[in-house]
Nanobody, 124 residues
């Protein structure tokens, strides 16, 4: 069993920055592929970015160049650095974990463990 906990959400003005963190425990972190997804009101959950257990990353086109995903295996944590935020980035952001997953991107259905989500609100 893996426990996933997100933090770092909040309210920010358009053009601002925010960093989300996601801590995972219960399994050797370095073997986990970690993904970020988001869901806006009235919309389906969508992929944002992922970082594989081997270190490679993949981004949705809508965030490429603005968001950066990284991981610190010594802290069992993955980060999502978001800059140049837009009102359309407003959503609940979810972190997901799955052992040994590969894909471009890794589909949401393949992740076994999910966090409770953290709200990101970008005001115009």
């Amino acid at each position: 069993q893996v426990t996933v906990v997100e933090s770092g959400g909040g309210l920010v003005q358009a053009g601002g920055s925010l960093r989300l963190s996601c801590a995972a425990s219960g399994r050797t972190f370095s073997t986990l592929t970690m993904g970020w997804f988001r869901q806006a009101p009235g919309k389906e959950r969508e992929f944002v970015a992922d970082i594989k257990w081997i270190g490679s990353t993949y981004y949705a086109d809508s965030v490429k160049g603005r968001f950066t995903i990284s991981r610190d295996n010594t802290k069992n944590t993955v980060y999502l650095q978001m800059i140049s935020l837009k009102p359309e980035d407003t959503a609940v952001y979810y972190c997901a974990a799955g052992p040994g997953l590969l894909g471009t991107p890794v589909a949401a259905s393949r992740y076994s463990y999910w966090g409770q989500g953290t709200q990101v609100t970008v005001s115009s």
